[in-house]
């Protein structure tokens, strides 16, 4: 099943990303909306994830089959990862490890994950936020980075170390967004997996207790999300008046580079708010503000989410990198070839043309990433 | 024991369990008009099952006491009541004329006419004849033509009888639209995991459900089944014959039956969901304990990691 709610956030993560990028890149300006494109993305693929495994289970494809769709799609986003890195970043960061190579392994992990007792998730989820501090002190994090970009030798102990814990999305504590999302839409599709309707659950559940009761409301990721905000903002309100041990190696303020505990309980909670009431006002009760029109455009973004992804990078940079080649200099212009007054608009100019060519091709062409990914993997 | 003049039930082993009373004198409020050519001394009362009893509903008859229910007449102008369940209460119509000679035609065609004037019923009109009195009934009406010392145990006889009949009517409603959901919760029966646990508050419910039916259908067995009363009197025949003719027997036998599929599919569920629930709860112990020790090994391994080779820090 298809949920407007979904398609909303993911063009909110696209929208994010691609004014962040543009802006990052072309002007060296950080945007106020930095670092909140990429957590709700992550988030937006445990969740789809869940519901394609809905999807599939419905239709009564088997475990079994599931399990090698879900491989093959995970081992497909990942080697996507490695062509981005290569093709838009050029090969001297190949292993500067982005949002595909993490969402490619987090859906194997998934595969695991779903079917297991949702505690068993949260857990794990918990666990990869916490050990991660431990870990960026364990390899030095910041010796890693310079002048605010992951650099690293290639060595295969830095390149593995890059991959779990200091690259520019590692896997610590970043799998932690896509089992949030698998979280949530396991709690909150679970009927879907049973073969019943809504009525029939929220029947079952009504008498129950105040958890069930706010999953029939589709109440449950807003309050999460509430909650992991508040609490973030208790933790860093409360981080000056910590023991050092504390306010240095495991509570390190708000960044994105490293992600620290703060940054990733907050972020998490924002996806998973937005979410719940997205649901809330488009899935459950369709608000006026969301018309059809709306919706058409949400949907045709969500459905080309990674494409766009790669191809908003390859548009800004490759004439960089064209330009640099020409000049004999590999990073002409990077990050200051235009001012914000260009590289805004000229990030909106981009998405709408994106859309009409989207558009014209439709959702049921085979291209694109999503496409080509059907294509071999289903 | 039974003394002449007083209350008497005809119809189950447990007399002493009911209680007969006989205030059937119609009410002006309570009584319905009766159809034209209808004779003098003739009563039309609608009879209603209740398991809250108010007072002021003027008491016809105590069923057996573990069915907590009273045969009360209805108001006229409500013709269906809930009981404490919930459940519509359906009303019945008794319609009692006194005849010497219950063989007379045109009385005959009245009351039938009256019977088939029901529009709630579903089944068609049926008739019986037992010792010089005469019922018509179909599912909502009953037209009893007797001398009229006899009317009242006749109609008490009916009201009992036709409420075991509606019972287990309502019995076989109940199992037959259970039997899609069943074969639906089949396979749990067989396998219980994880996707399946959100159907467990169902399941139980629909346990309960059949539980219910179970214990219901065994209360009435001792009067679906209670052998011919002897001394007979023209009641306790009347009511055999409605329930040979309404086949309580054969449909008690059968709903018996088709309970057992369902109480084994359930019960099966039952015990499915125990051990499911059970070596679930061991199941997340040990994955909690997997994944402690997977990030140690991560923890561990990220230390060899970092110590194979000193970090360079790119220029």
């Known amino acids: ?378 | 024991m039974w003394l002449p003049g007083s209350p008497r039930t005809f119809l189950t082993p447990f007399r002493h369990q009911l209680i007969f009373t006989a205030m059937l004198e119609p009410s002006s409020q309570e009584s319905r008009p009766l159809p034209n050519g209808i004779p003098a001394g003739s009563e039309l009362l609608p009879v209603v099952f209740t398991e809250d009893r108010n007072k002021g509903h003027r008491l016809l008859h105590t069923l057996p006491k573990e069915f907590h229910t009273f045969a009360v007449v209805g108001h006229s102008g409500r013709s269906v009541e809930g009981d404490r369940s919930g459940n519509p209460t359906q009303q019945i119509e008794f319609l009692t004329v006194p005849s010497a000679s219950y063989q007379a035609s045109e009385l005959q065609d009245i009351v039938g006419v009256w019977v088939d004037a029901s529009t709630t019923s579903k089944t068609p009109r049926q008739m019986m004849t037992l010792q010089g009195a005469e019922i018509h009934w179909n599912e909502t009406r009953f037209a009893i033509l007797a001398p009229p010392e006899r009317l009242e145990a006749l109609r008490t006889a009916l009201i009992e009888t036709c409420w075991f009949d509606a019972e287990l009517a309502r019995l076989e409603r109940e199992l037959a639209s259970a039997w899609p959901e069943m074969h639906q919760d089949m396979p749990l029966a067989f396998n219980f995991d994880e996707k399946s646990l959100p159907r467990r508050k169902e399941l139980q419910r629909r346990f309960e459900r059949v539980t219910s039916i179970r214990s219901r259908l065994l209360r009435m067995s001792p009067y679906v089944y209670c052998p011919h009363i002897y001394p007979p009197t023209l009641a306790s025949q009347l009511a055999e014959r409605y329930r040979e003719r309404t086949r309580l027997l054969h449909r008690h036998e059968i709903i018996d039956s088709q309970l057992e599929v369902f109480e084994r599919v359930y019960d099966n569920c039952g015990q499915r969901i125990s051990d499911f629930v059970q070596s679930r709860t061991g199941h997340i112990l040990e994955w909690i304990i997997i994944i402690l020790l997977v990030l140690q090994m991560v923890i561990w391994g990220f230390e060899i990691l970092t110590s194979l080779e000193p970090t360079t820090v790119a220029q």
């Open chain 1, 1 to 378: 099943m298809r949920y407007a709610s979904i398609d909303c956030l993911k063009t909110v993560a696209i929208v994010v990303m691609v004014l962040v990028h543009f802006a990052e890149n072309l002007s060296g300006v950080q945007l106020p909306i930095t670092g909140l494109g990429a957590p709700l993305f992550t988030f937006l693929s445990g969740l789809s994830y869940r519901l394609w495994v809905h999807g599939l289970e419905a239709k009564g494809t088997n475990d079994e089959e599931i399990s090698k769709r879900s491989i093959r799609r995970g081992l497909f986003v990942f080697a996507v990862g490695f062509a981005f890195n290569i093709l838009v970043w050029l090969p001297e960061d190949t292993f500067n490890w982005d949002v595909l190579t993490m969402i490619g392994f987090a859906l194997l992990v998934l595969n695991g994950l779903r079917r297991l007792p949702v505690v068993i998730s949260v857990f794990f989820a918990l666990g990869t936020i916490l050990i991660s501090p431990l870990l960026r002190g364990m390899a030095d994090y910041q010796s890693y980075w310079v002048k605010g970009y992951f650099e690293v030798d290639l060595t295969l102990p830095d390149v593995m170390i890059g991959f779990l814990a200091t690259g520019f999305i590692p896997i610590f504590p970043w799998i932690s967004y896509s089992i949030a999302g698998l979280v949530t839409g396991t709690i909150l599709f679970r009927d879907q997996s049973a073969g019943l309707s809504t009525s029939s659950i929220v029947s079952s559940d009504s008498s129950n207790s105040f958890v069930s009761k706010l999953i029939s409301n589709g109440l449950l990721p807003v309050l999460t999300g509430c909650v992991l905000i508040s609490f973030s903002g208790v933790l860093l309100a409360l981080r000056p008046y910590l023991p050092k041990v504390l306010s240095t190696h495991f509570l390190e303020g708000w960044h994105m580079f490293p992600p620290t505990i703060e940054y990733v309980l907050a972020t998490i909670g924002m996806a998973s708010l937005l979410f719940g009431l997205t649901h809330r006002w488009i899935d459950r009760k369709r608000s006026r503000f969301f018309t059809a029109g709306m919706l058409d455009i949400t949907k045709t973004f969500s459905q080309y989410s990674f494409t766009i992804y790669v191809v908003h990078h390859m548009v800004h940079l490759w004439p960089l990198w064209v330009y640099g080649f020409i000049m004999d200099h590999e990073n002409y212009y990077w990050r200051e070839a235009m001012s914000l007054r260009w590289s805004f608009p000229l990030a909106v100019l981009f998405l709408v043309v994106c859309y009409f060519v989207l558009r014209k091709i439709g959702p049921d062409r085979r291209l694109g990433i999503e496409g080509w990914m059907r294509w071999l993997c289903d």
